[in-house]
């Protein structure tokens, strides 16, 4: 099993661009999430679904956008890059059916927005 | 929404000394308090985990205690060794959301001196 596979592992986008991170996992998880790490600001979680079909938004979901196209797959999608965008961003998933359970986590994207 | 902080931001101790990080919480409904540790650009993974329904849990050198009442729980890290060091951050989630909507707190970087 590989996990969490996120793609790409590092990106550099001019304001105003668009990109799409994409997460999948193998684990037969139910839920997903996207974070974003800042240095002194921990993890914030931008959206999440709880379980295919269904999206939410977390604490910072302002600029972004998000598709659980299946079981599998969970994307973000930046429509237009910001500065305050950059960010190390990283993908999770946790188990079937479960609430209160382990994360796991992607290897994480490294946004920069110049 | 639920407010995790977290104490000290930075931490440095002797090999074989103890380390100790509190965190504390808002929300009255949190039910599970995560640990997770993050090495030099890895991903975040979980090391212990507490649910509120018990007090105290042990891991080899690591255990977290909660109380329920003060709303605050710790990380003891006992007899430190180099590969302890890394980035811990607290989390703290209630099962209403039906996901694992966790919320972080902002990290405190561990340092084990050889």
């Known amino acids: 099993n590989a996990g969490v596979t996120q793609t790409p592992k590092f990106q550099v986008l001019k304001t105003g661009q668009s990109m799409t991170l994409q997460c999948a996992q193998d684990m037969n998880h139910n839920s997903m999430y996207w974070y974003r790490q800042d240095p002194g600001m921990g993890l914030r979680l931008i959206y999440y679904?709880?379980?295919?079909?269904?999206?939410d938004k977390g604490e910072v979901p302002n600029g972004y956008n998000v598709s659980r196209l299946n079981k599998r797959e969970f994307s973000l999608r930046l429509e237009s890059a910001a500065p305050s965008q950059t960010s190390v961003y990283f993908c999770a998933s946790s188990e079937v059916g479960a609430t209160n359970e382990k994360l796991f986590f992607g290897s994480g994207t490294q946004l920069s927005v110049l | 929404g639920e407010n995790v902080e977290q104490h000290p931001s930075t931490l440095s101790v002797q090999e074989g000394d103890s380390a100790v990080i509190k965190c504390t919480y808002s929300d009255s409904a949190s039910n599970y308090f995560p640990w997770y540790k993050q090495e030099l650009g890895k991903r975040p993974q979980l090391i212990i985990d507490?649910?509120?329904?018990?007090g105290e849990k042990k891991d080899q050198r690591i255990a977290v205690t909660l109380n329920k009442t003060a709303k605050h729980f710790s990380l003891h890290i006992t007899e430190t060794q180099p590969e302890d060091s890394a980035v811990y951050f607290c989390a703290a989630s209630s099962d209403q959301t039906g996901a694992n909507n966790l919320f972080f707190g902002t990290g405190t970087r561990l340092t084990v001196i050889p």
């Open positions: 507490i649910r509120s329904n018990v």
């Open positions: 679904s709880a379980s295919e079909g269904t999206t």
